[in-house]
């Protein structure tokens, strides 16, 4: 097969990427093309092996093609720095593609680049990793299901009311102190607010009446109060983590049920040396880390640590000028050890476990943490499925994941590739899916914005009222249908079971919405995907089963000794019983008193003897000594056999040893007795030899982590698996 001839598409050139395009070029792929819109970080250099320090903040993409030239310099790369749903990567450029390859981190891409491959009628080969984890599949139309075949969980986000009044958990102080920076020094968001909540649903008081009247709190903006005080970081303190939670407190309804917040002072925590310590580090780890950024900060070191960040950020910002803002980054020190500093302290007021920095930065930067290794085991198998597919072997391609545990000594399972979902809301000859939804509150924007774009993954699209009229209520056209932005959907005459017909001309995609009105939403939901909830109840149970399947085989596993050990053990036993056949041979087969008795010479007989009777008695001593010879060789003749067991057994595989161990044993004893050798019942090792065969279906469970699901059969080893963003973060 000539490669050289097959025009290739890679999108994303970060951890995968970086592998993938190394191995295609060294794979003899000439033509490709990558898109990717990031920019390489300092963290990314200890896995995407293209890039180095001195590209730091540069375009991924073009730094990635000239890093592989150098394998081939003949080859012919394109690279773009830009995003993967501009307009201009449409259905017609996907047509002039062989077959293209994903190296996506998010939902939302890798279901637009998954319609795209179905409207062009392309094959795509799909991947991600996680951490251990990792997979990839074939996408093809009318083949195999797609990238949205099973839904998928929205992303999971925290009540406002939690984050600003009743945090429980690390990472709402972390989503917290992250809203503190943005209220602080950059973008305002009114969702983002992190003063308390005075109208806390659970809240049945007056909220926070007294603590004002007691402590004479105003409540204003945060950027306000803190240009008024000039960013000073002590009453920055004292405002957030001693007035704010006396207000707290105030609302008693709130701590019926919860233990209460402690407030902070800045004079007493800025001499505080002591280590709020973890759950999981004891005082002596906590002594022997000597990395700062794993080390848990003391209280001392968390108030001395906001002053420095915050002291830094307020000089930044001031010269940057008035009307401009500081955008939170991981790899900013400063901004990093501000959301460090004020997640801990938070934390301790509300009794939280604490976490070190680098936690902190895992948590807030949204990382999972990558492998390179992974990253390169996905990466070849992505090409790998790929020659399949160009040397038109689709039918030879599997579903393939990288597991961090060995399944029956597998690291790496193959799985089958499913069909389509036949109630695809994207594959599907009609795409249809049902929405519960209150007609009477839910506006035409939040439609657009919410359902549409950020669930369906619509780029630009337009609504149609399905009732012959040709309504339209949203147009992908600038300007068109703002004025119903604000209006209801009712407004519009829409009712329960009323349908939408709506289209993406971009993604050449046409679903139609059934609205069921509804009332009595769960009051942390705005709408709900009905056929969606069911499938997802069934997937969660479905995991829950497989995990608790796993569970019992893993403690089955755990009170079994390993096979290693039983071979040795094998061994050991057979030699052991070599020396108990002997010792019993000679016992029963040696003679009794009587017999030796009987041989000797009467004294009587003793003063007879000529020389005639001393050749007789050499005979009679001869004669025993011919029988014990023939008793020696039938010995002999039992340690061959005994010798050629531990031969047989020495030549069969450890599986062969296990299964046959049991049974020759108690062959070789039932033929020992019959012999007149006694059997040793405790030199028999009896033990399960049968290898089990596990059944795991955990693909929601990854899916349900980073995202992608594909639910498959492993053809050999009955193992079913996944990965993916969402499911499994993609890289």
């Known amino acids: 097969m000539d490669l050289k001839k097959h025009k290739i598409l890679v999108v994303g050139a970060g951890g995968i990427g970086c592998e993938l395009l190394k191995n295609l070029i060294l794979t003899g792929f000439a033509d490709i093309e990558v898109i990717d819109l990031d920019t390489i970080e300092l963290s990314n250099l200890n896995r995407q092996f293209l890039f180095q320090k001195c590209h730091v903040g540069k375009p991924k993409a073009i730094i990635a ?45 890798r279901s637009h680049v998954n319609r795209l491959c179905l409207a062009a009628d392309v094959p795509l080969i799909e991947s991600g990793s996680a951490g251990y984890l990792g997979q990839v599949t074939l996408i093809k139309k009318n083949l195999t299901e797609c990238y949205d075949c099973l839904p998928k969980p929205p992303q999971k986000t925290f009540p406002g009311c939690t984050i600003r009044n009743t945090p429980s958990e690390p990472i709402h102080c972390i989503v917290w102190a992250k809203h503190l920076f943005n209220q ?26 007294n603590s004002v009247e007691k402590t004479q709190v105003v409540r204003v903006s945060t950027r306000q109060w803190a240009k008024e005080t000039k960013y000073n970081p002590i009453k920055l303190f004292n405002k957030l983590f001693n007035d704010d939670v006396k207000y707290l407190l105030s609302m008693s309804k709130l701590w019926e049920k919860r233990k209460p917040p402690a407030p902070l002072e800045w004079t007493n925590c800025i001499g505080n040396d002591s280590v709020p310590l973890r759950e999981d ?40 000028g ?17 959301v460090a500093s004020a997640a801990n302290l938070r934390c301790m007021v509300f009794s939280i476990a604490v976490k070190s920095k680098f936690e902190i930065k895992s948590l807030a930067g949204n990382i999972i943490p990558a492998i390179a290794t992974t990253n390169a085991i996905v990466a070849g198998l992505i090409v790998l499925e790929a020659l399949k597919v160009l040397e038109n072997k689709m039918d030879e391609c599997k579903t393939v994941y990288l597991r961090d545990k060995p399944i029956q000594n597998k690291m790496v399972v193959p799985g089958q590739l499913v069909k389509p979902n036949p109630k695809c809301y994207v594959c599907a000859a009609k795409p249809e899916i049902s929405v519960k939804i209150n007609l009477n509150i839910f506006t035409v924007k939040q439609f657009e914005t919410k359902i549409l774009k950020q669930e369906l993954n619509m780029i630009q699209p337009d609504v149609e009222i399905d009732d012959g009229t040709g309504r339209i209520i949203i147009s992908s056209e600038e300007g068109e249908t703002d004025t119903n932005n604000e209006k209801t959907l009712a407004t519009f005459g829409l009712s329960d079971q009323s349908r939408l017909k709506c289209d993406d001309f971009f993604q050449d995609y046409e679903i139609k919405i059934i609205l069921f009105h509804s009332e009595n939403l769960d009051s942390t939901k705005e709408y709900e995907f009905i056929s969606d909830s ?7 149970s479905n995991v829950e089963k497989e995990n608790l399947k796993q569970k019992q085989i893993e403690e089955e596993r755990k009170s079994r000794p390993v096979e290693e050990d039983i071979v040795i053990e094998s061994v050991k036993s057979i030699e052991e019983k070599k020396r108990s056949y002997e010792k019993a041979f000679q016992e029963e087969n040696a003679p009794s008193e009587e017999e030796i008795s009987s041989k000797k010479l009467k004294p009587e007989d003793s003063d007879d003897l ?4 001393v050749n007789n008695a050499s005979d009679v001593i001869s004669e025993e000594d011919e029988t014990r010879n023939n008793q020696q060789c039938d010995n002999d003749v039992i340690l061959e056999e005994v010798e050629e067991i ?10 062969d040893k296990l299964n046959g161990h049991n049974g020759r044993q108690k062959e070789t004893s039932e033929n020992k007795d019959s012999n007149g050798s006694s059997s040793q019942d405790d030199d028999i090792i009896e033990c399960s030899s049968g290898d089990d065969v596990i ?26 698996g996944e990965g993916s963003n969402d499911a499994i973060t993609l890289e």
């Open 65 to 109: 093609r000239e890093s592989v030239l150098k394998y081939n310099t003949n080859a012919n790369i394109i690279a773009y720095h830009d995003s993967i749903m501009s307009q201009k990567y449409n259905v017609d450029y996907f047509k002039k593609f062989s077959i293209v390859l994903n190296a996506l981190d998010n939902k939302a891409a």
């Open 184 to 209: 602080l020094f950059g973008a305002e968001d009114p969702d983002e607010a992190v003063s308390p909540d005075g109208e806390d649903p659970e809240n049945m008081a007056q909220a926070g009446q």
């Open 281 to 320: 580090q004891s005082q002596t780890n906590q002594e022997n880390n000597k990395m700062n950024s794993l080390r848990i900060w003391s209280i001392s070191e968390c108030c001395k640590i906001f002053e420095d960040s915050v002291n830094k950020l307020f000089q930044t910002l001031s010269s940057e």
């Open 322 to 338: 008035d009307e401009e803002i500081l955008c939170w980054d991981k790899d900013d020190e400063d901004a990093m050890n501000f």
């Open 534 to 540: 069911q499938t997802i109840k069934d997937i969660q």
């Open 610 to 613: 000529t020389s005639t009777s």
């Open 646 to 655: 531990m031969l047989e057994e020495d030549s069969k595989p450890p599986e």
């Open 695 to 720: 059944e795991i279906n955990d693909d929601e469970s990854q899916s349900y982590q980073n995202g992608n699901t594909n639910q498959s059969t492993v053809d050999s080893s009955n193992v079913n």
